[in-house]
């Protein structure tokens, strides 16, 4: 076997520690190793074509480059290799940057190191053997989790695109909580004005397949090859028969005992009905926990009322499985609800704030409802508690945000671009109000958001303290307020007639066990984790899983929507070819030695290892053995380590391999 | 059941009714105090203000002294020994360093596991039920504002009881008692402490808007368990009348003394006859001696 080995300077990465040099002159005379040469970009073209060349040349049949991270270059360096006609598993990287000169700094020794991860790879590379990739079908379907304004641009980006898409969203109608809000920032635009045309284009999509009031129960497979499994929840209604009338809704004797969840608690509803009269699609639901008919068994008003006979009390929930090859999360966010201390919390909430205790001190989306055309005062500001108009308002920002003390370390990102917009609402609509916000910083980092800070201070006039606000209580019907201003640096207290507070975007309640059900890695707050911050922003380490919108972090509706657009866009790589190709390293059972203890099941992190039935001649069986998934299995390794009976091996990464790398390294100190 | 006594300065001059009031309340609910032996200054502001050491290294021996009797809890009834004898704990037993240097100057090694309670804490321990079969007269037509101060509950880290925000313990045990206790927003909020001395008008203006606050809410009586808040809301009620003759003034007692008057205690036993506003129309509304 002849071996070339290619020494890379990577600039002064490698070069200024290590004698790259002297790596190659010593390398040649390692056993096997045929040619030897150093280079100062081995990744630049010319770089490349050294390699290419004299595996053509000198007939090499295998390489081993001493560069930087197989996380950076092995791709490049195994397509140079393969396009100078060798398999590309065999070309192994000798890493001599990380994990030698980066961390080293006296030039000999590093020298001597990197001659050493040389030898090592060179053995590898010895007992290398031709692989090819393993090719999976890929089912051109995707799944998108959430019908917010994320899950939406996600599910009509690729349905538009020709591929079907199965979008499931746990509430009664889809729009999220951008439904919910009055007018956006920095335009002021409508909200819903903007938002309905594309919730009615998700219903009409012929290739979106929509499951409301549904969740996803199971995630089984992997990338290109997703199983799962949806619970339907009972709406009890006939969706085929509901013509969507509302008579239903009206007629319904309970009208002020349900939580509006839709109203923010600043309005009720029926037991029977629909969020909002914009909802996609228009078919009410049932909340069985404040219907007569399900408390006492009587009633049935709405049975009775409805002509289509849509009615169904004894619905039950249902499960559906869809076969899909990518999933898209986009489940969003919730705000941090401050009146409530989670039980074993470290958040320790603001009870000086008095809401919860206090009906006029209200949260950030509470004011949407109250600022929005179609919320509870039809758009005109009127305190929750007495309907009258509030002459005096505080807004105060970073409420449970960037409070290690009381809250949550990280910045909301939203708080100051939609509290300036609410004193700038409040403003339009009170001309002889005084509005007032207290915040730490102003991070209005966006386009066009600096200039509409401005224009609330400049011109609408809405007064800004830096500081933080100590206590709110309530005297002689006001609300007062007492805090810092820390740039007069005097105390301030404001007798005002509301309070909005501006409380931190938390992941969702049940966003951990979503995130354990397809196998999503979340930070210690619950938003889910991306590969990388910076180059893989919609990616989980879960291939064939992306991320959009604040299920991530907090973010605005522009950021979302762009987010939303690139998981499709990356799901769309994937249906753009009708088979996967996936790295031939995994691990395959020895079926002759395996004992069937299922060690490896135990300890497989990705649930590739299979039981397999062995039978005898009349087909009965007599016994399981393990058997790997090859479309799971990540060749990691663990089982290959924990068999017993060393009937696992990893390809590429065998025993024998493994010991000649060790070998090789121990000869260095003979 | 037995436990430590430290009554530190104030319960020895001026706040000695609370003292009174709370060995006889005590020895009423089956509670023996005993005190501690050659105890000294907790170092509460003249100490803290001036030498760090000095300040944890003197509640650090009253505690050591309290280790020596057996004690396994130590009652503060003043709000500031409360925090400076829990705080000193809390520190040294936070930072090695210091752990040296206060055991250097004691030429003894700190190893406190006396538990540091407060008033409202020990009552907890006694039991609202205990209380309330032990009550002869009823308080049901008062209406009571519960002040913690600043001290009482924090830092909330370091006292770890109640809600530093919205403490409720005090209204639940007065609840034993029959008396109402009125919602109010000043519970917490800083009475002028020992600026009583230097600043006087801090001291007027902030007690003014603590008193303001409770009557606004309703409240006949003010009920402390800190001997400086005491001084500050009860003495320093000439000095607002004088500033805002509008004023009217509102008794303040200390919580062993509103026990006290529920147990059938009279006016003189407790102390109340001590206190600067005068107590002797909310003793009638519940038709209790003087």
Redesign the interface.
Known sequence: MKIGVFVCHCGENIGKTVDCATVAQRAAKIPGVAYSVDNKYMCSDPGQNVIKNAIREKKLDAVVVASCSPHMHEKTFRKAAADAGINKYLCEIANVREQCSWVHDNIPDATDKALDLVRIAVEKVKRNIPLTAIRVPVTKRALVIGGGISGIQAALDIANSGFEVVLVEKEPSIGGHMSQLSETFPTLDCSQCILTPRMVEVYQHPKIKLLTYSEVEKVEGFIGNFTVTIKKKARSIDEEKCTGCGLCIQKCPIKKKAFNEFEEGLATRPAIYVPFPQAVPNIPVIDRSVCTYYQTGKCQMCLKVCGREAILFEQQDTLVTEEVGSIVIATGYKLYSIDKKPEDSEIKGYGEYGYGKYKDVIDGLQFERIASASGPTNGEILRPSDKTQPKKIVFIQCVGSRDEQKGFSYCSKICCMYTAKHAMLYKHKVHDGEAYVFYMDIRAGGKMYEEFVRRAIEEDGVKYIRGRVSKIYRQNGKYIVKGEDTIAGMPVVIDADMVVLATAMVAQPNASKLAQTIGVPYDKYGFYQEVHPKLRPVEVSTAGVFLAGACQSPKDIPESVAMASAAAAKSLVLFGSDYLEREPTVAVVNEANCAGCFYCLKVCPYNAIEKKEVKNKLGEIIDYIAHVNAGLCQGCGTCNATCPSKSIELIGFNDEQIYAEINAFSESFV | MIVGYYPGCSLTGTGKEYDMSLRKVLSLLDVQVEEINDWCCCGATSAHATNHLLSVALPARNLMLAQKQNLNELLAPCAACYNRLIGSKHEISHNADLKKKVEFVLEEDFNSSTEVINIVQLLQKVGKEKIKSLVKVSLKDIKVACYYGCLLVRPNAVTKFD?A??PTSMEDIISATGALTVEW?YKTECCGGAHSIARKDIVTFLSKNILD?AK?NGAHVIVVACPMCHSNLDMRQRAIKKLYPSHEEIPVLYLSELIGIALGLNGKELGINLHFVDAINLLQMVKAEM
Request: proline share 0%; charged share 50%.
């Open positions: 809600d925000e919205n927003n606050d606004l």
